[in-house]
């Protein structure tokens, strides 16, 4: 049913955690599933310089959270929102279709929060 990067990522998940004094932090759930994730990256000059997350769901939540983390990871905010739910889904090799909507709770999760933090900056600024 999984291929064995996604056993890889939910066995030995990376980037768990949560950032202490994070740029920004989101939390993002579906409620069909009951799968909730918990985002936080730290962002200097307009690059993801960590990530870490806090994920409560099935196996290929934590799969995606994890290579959606990894995926994110040094890359500049513009690149990063390029990471979607099929990008994840073929970094993992795959995901059944009923475990689709898994990655795209960390796809939203990482365009939810980079787009608060944009927000947030253009207030400050």
């Given amino acids: 049913m999984y291929t064995e990067k996604v056993m890889d990522h939910f066995n030995n998940p990376r980037n768990i955690g949560i950032i202490e004094e994070p740029s920004v932090i989101i939390q993002v759930g579906d ?16 690059k ?12 290929a939540a934590v799969a995606t959270s994890s290579i959606a983390s990894e995926m994110a990871m040094g890359k500049t905010l513009n690149n990063a929102l ?9 970094a993992l090799g795959g995901l059944p279709e009923e475990k689709r909507h898994c990655s795209n709770l960390a796809a939203s999760a990482l365009r939810g929060a980079i787009n608060e933090y944009r927000k947030s900056n253009l207030k400050k600024a």
């Fill in 82 to 90: 390029k990471i979607t739910d099929d990008s994840i889904a073929k």
């Fill in 48 to 59: 993801i310089v960590d990530v870490k997350y806090k994920i409560y769901g099935c196996g």
């Fill in 31 to 46: 409620p069909d599933c009951g799968d909730t994730l918990l985002l936080s990256l730290k962002i200097k000059k307009e």
